[in-house]
């Protein structure tokens, strides 16, 4: 599975911006998908997550109520909506497939495929 991130960009506090993440493959639908960030100096954290059929989705507490993520499998996309941004979310975004089809676990170890990360900057 080869995922390619987009639509990061410069936006003030209180925007929006939706990432998207594309991937390649007939197999995506079989795929627990995730968003993770990491800022300058800091460890990659876990933002969301949408399990393989969709009937689950997971956030972090920070993000709870602003992000949103979801996914088209039809276009093999799986996409984050993020509302209300603060500075602190800046940070580079990556999407990430989970190593294991038809595999709910969410979490950090279960990604075996990541993308190359999208820079988001929310300015104060």
């Known amino acids: 599975v080869q995922l390619q991130a987009s639509g990061g960009g410069l936006v003030q506090a209180g925007g929006s911006l939706r990432l998207s993440c594309a991937a390649s493959?007939?197999?995506?639908?079989?795929?627990?998908m995730g968003w993770f960030r990491q800022a300058p100096g800091q460890e990659r954290e876990f933002v969301a997550a949408?399990?393989?059929?969709?009937?689950?989705?997971y956030y972090a507490d920070s993000v709870k109520g602003r992000f949103t993520i979801s996914r088209d499998n039809d276009k093999n996309t799986v996409y984050l909506q993020m509302n209300s941004l603060k500075p602190e979310d800046t940070a580079v975004y990556y999407c990430?497939?989970?190593?294991?089809?038809?595999?709910?676990?969410?979490?950090?170890?279960?990604?075996?495929?990541w993308g190359q990360g999208t820079q988001v900057t929310v300015s104060s």
């Open positions: 949408i399990n393989w059929i969709s009937v689950r989705t």
């Open positions: 493959g007939s197999t995506f639908s079989s795929y627990t």
């Open positions: 990430a497939a989970n190593g294991t089809p038809y595999s709910n676990d969410y979490l950090y170890p279960a990604y075996g495929y």
